[in-house]
Antibody
Framework: QIQLQESGPGLVKPSETLSLTCTVS????????WSWIRQPPGKGLEWIGY???????NYNPSLKSRVTISVDTSKNQFSLKLSSVTAADTAIYYC???????????????WGQGTLVTVSS | SSELTQDPAVSVALGQTVRITCQGD??????ASWYQQKPGQAPLLVIY???NRPSGIPDRFSGSSSGNTASLTITGAQAEDEADYYC??????????FGGGTKLTVL
């Protein structure tokens, strides 16, 4: 059974860079897409972006200028960096395995438990 | 990115059938996936593709789609189905989005 675990600081100062890592266990990171999704407290889900194990990425246009997702296949990990954060970036951040068996069907089958990141001075 | 619209709240009597809908232009060409989220938990995939359930999801959950609307139907709703439900899809630009979520109350 695939398991994902987010890790990183729970508190980040405004204007600084949020950095999170997702460690995948129980399976290989190879040959899959991996996503970051966030959820502000009491609100809905927002797609941040994804990375293929080979390193190709796709980001939410509204966050693209501030987001970098990278992968380290040797560690079975992928990471998120979000720069110039503000209070609006306070959210639970989830990592998820992303499948698309056909081009018209994409979905997230395994999720991490999520980690709350608060942006505050 | 594309917009997906869901009703904020829906209620259903115990044992009855409820349909949760999701509207968006991207749904004409891309399948929706559906997620159940209970308080304090990560989302859980319940429907993907045309109408596929992951292992462990009860068969009372089903999905369908027509035009720009995707639907999640729960036939014989149980108390444990009370949760927030989110639809998801990608669009022709490769962007992904979630609906705003529907809070399901089982009466």
């Amino acid at each position: 059974q695939i398991q994902l675990q987010e890790s990183g600081p729970g508190l980040v100062k405004p204007s600084e860079t949020l950095s999170l890592t997702c460690t995948v266990s129980g399976g290989s990171i190879n040959n899959y897409y991996w996503s970051w999704i966030r959820q502000p407290p009491g609100k809905g889900l927002e797609w941040i972006g994804y990375i293929y194990y080979s390193g190709s990425t796709n980001y939410n246009p509204s966050l693209k200028s501030r987001v970098t997702i990278s992968v380290d296949t040797s560690k079975n990990q992928f990471s998120l960096k979000l720069s110039s954060v503000t209070a609006a970036d306070t959210a639970i951040y989830y990592c998820a395995r992303t499948l698309h068996p056909i081009s018209s069907s994409w979905y997230y089958d395994f999720w991490g438990q999520g980690t709350l990141v608060t942006v505050s001075s | 990115s594309s917009e997906l619209t869901q009703d904020p709240a829906v209620s259903v009597a115990l044992g009855q059938t409820v349909r949760i809908t999701c509207q968006g232009d991207s749904l004409r060409n891309y399948d929706a996936s559906w997620y159940q989220q209970k308080p304090g938990q990560a989302p859980l995939l319940v429907i993907y593709g045309k109408n596929n359930r992951p292992s462990g999801i009860p068969d009372r959950f089903s999905g369908s789609s027509s035009g720009n609307t995707a639907s999640l139907t729960i036939t014989g709703a149980q108390a444990e189905d009370e949760a927030d439900y989110y639809c998801h899809s990608r669009d022709s630009s490769g962007n992904h989005s979630f609906g705003g979520g529907t809070k399901l109350t089982v009466l």
